[in-house]
């Protein structure tokens, strides 16, 4: 048999195939192209569909593949994108992407509306922001009566996609937790929010349990792609979930590091934990299996903080080279930076401070401070690891994947910066890869999460922490210096 993962990812969407003993045979990628305009970020929906269907004919074609014995396709990806139908199931209008912010004014209103406490008890998120389709419908509702009006149907870009596979409209829960309008804890809508938003449970889909059989696919859906119609769907989960997955983070104990554009922890939460109970802010989020809960702490700079360095201050340096000249320094470095260059999301929460060089001199060079980038995120790591200790999680090693676990410096750092051991998987892809183990679990392969872990994850490198006491001194300087920062900007506000 054969298994289809395919990450419907923000940047690009990829699709991989995989033999009865999960190596991948195949991969093909495709970028997604977006409209921007004044904060708005768009995706013409008919674009995308024939964007993917060309990727699985392109991946069916591939020497090795045989589309007669692919047993599932899974799907995973991003979560709030929004898709907006009409009653006959046709799109109204480009996708609006997560990352498109018009809808500012929405959240302030929403704001005003439900407490904090009110809408972290129900949701699980911490802020109401641009990103959450609660708030692009509301702005909608506003600014296009015209399309408002003629809506049949909201739907998470995932769910859509099931749907065009498949015919079948439904939700899967783990993505519904980025709607801001569905409830984790008792798995339903969220009628207060949706009477806010002005719409019913009527125009939204039904709910299922993530990485669920979908359907079969469609006979149109089939002449697409290139797969024959036996090939049936997977509804998957979020990414960051089937990353979980696809490295062997299926219980209690390992936190799924992603370092791409932001810096995203996924560790399973403590069994009957509540916001409430809590002083730690950290967002909540229905899980990958049926009544799991994981909590999924995200630093919008984690990532982004060094590709801005290197082109910034070292172009034409590429990380090959970054690397290999930092492995020949000592390290801790003297230099302090604050990777705050969005301002700050887990566990702070607070968008006006700044990112931040300490201790510079005229003898530092610019490799002294890309090495205090690498140090000043995986201080932020702690931070983050820390807090979720605090809430009661356990984390004994951390599972790196992402573009920053391909630096030997950057991962042998956070070990010794957080005390724990941080292990790289070797399949590299691990969303694409956790889906087909999705997959494979649904279609009884595998008999559990623990087995295909068991069975087919495999680590390929292990960093040990080694200078735990020379960092610990640093990362008192890094906490207080956030602290005085916080202070400063304060004072700014003031005058």
């Not at 938003?197 to 939204?204: D, F, S, V, Y």
């Not at 530092?364 to 605090?390: I, S, T």
């Not at 590299?428 to 559990?448: D, W």
């Not at 610990?472 to 005058?495: I, N, S, T």
Request: charged share 25%; aromatic share 10%; net charge negative.
């Amino acid at each position: 048999m054969q298994y289809i993962g395919m990450d419907l990812g923000s940047t690009n969407t990829k699709a991989a195939v995989y033999d009865e003993k999960f190596h991948c045979i195949a991969m093909a990628t495709a970028p997604l192209i977006y409209k921007r305009s004044s904060g708005r970020v768009e995706f013409d929906l008919n674009q995308y569909r024939d964007t993917l269907a060309g990727l699985l004919r392109k991946l069916v074609k591939t020497p090795g593949v045989r589309p007669e014995k692919i047993e599932r396709l899974t799907l995973t990806g991003q979560a709030e994108t929004l898709v907006v139908l009409d009653k006959d199931g046709e799109p109204l209008m480009d996708a609006i992407s997560w990352m498109d912010e018009r809808s500012r004014e929405e959240c302030k209103e929403l704001e005003e509306k439900f407490s904090k406490e009110t809408y972290i008890a129900r949701t699980g998120q911490l802020a109401v922001l641009p990103t959450w389709p609660a708030t692009k419908i509301r702005w909608l509702q506003k600014n296009r009566p015209e399309i408002f009006e003629r809506v049949g149907t909201y739907m998470l870009l995932k769910d859509y996609v099931v749907y065009w596979l498949t015919g079948q409209r439904a939700a899967d829960c783990s993505i519904a937790t980025f709607t801001f309008y569905f409830d984790i804890y008792q798995k339903c809508y969220w009628e207060e929010m949706l009477d806010a938003i002005g719409i019913t449970k009527e125009q939204l889909p039904s709910l299922a349990e993530p990485c669920t059989l979908a359907g079969r696919l469609t006979k149109e859906a089939a002449a697409l792609t290139g797969l024959p119609e036996t090939v049936t769907i997977n509804r998957g989960t979020l990414d960051h979930f089937a990353g979980m997955i696809g490295t062997g983070n299926v219980t209690a104990g390992g936190l799924t590091m992603s370092v791409g554009t932001v810096m995203g922890l996924s560790v399973f939460a403590p069994v009957g934990w509540r916001w409430q109970e809590r002083a730690q802010e950290i967002a909540m989020h229905y899980g990958f299996f049926p009544d799991s809960y994981v909590m999924l702490p995200v630093a919008e700079s984690g990532g982004v903080s060094l590709e801005w360095f290197r082109k910034t201050c070292m172009p034409g340096v590429s990380y090959p080279k970054l690397n290999e000249e930092l492995e020949k320094r000592t390290f801790p470095g003297e230099l302090i930076f604050l990777p705050y260059l969005q301002g700050t999301n887990a566990p702070e929460m607070d968008g006006k401070v700044s990112g931040l060089f300490y201790g510079l001199r005229a003898e530092h060079d610019a490799y002294d401070m890309a090495a205090a980038v690498m140090e000043g995120v995986a201080f932020l790591l702690r931070k983050n690891c820390e807090a979720l200790k605090e809430a009661g999680t356990k984390i004994r090693y951390i599972v790196a994947t992402g573009g920053g676990s391909k630096s030997a410096v950057w991962c042998q750092m956070q070990a010794d910066i957080t005390g724990l051991p941080v292990v790289i998987p070797r399949e590299k892809e691990a969303a694409c890869f956790g889906a087909a183990l999705a997959g494979a679990v649904e279609a009884g392969t595998c008999t559990s999460y623990q087995e295909a872990a068991d069975r087919c994850v495999e680590m390929e490198t292990r960093y040990e922490p080694r200078r735990i006491e020379k960092y610990e001194k640093k990362y008192r300087q890094f906490c207080a210096l956030y602290q005085a920062m916080v202070a400063v900007e304060r004072m700014g506000r003031e005058e």
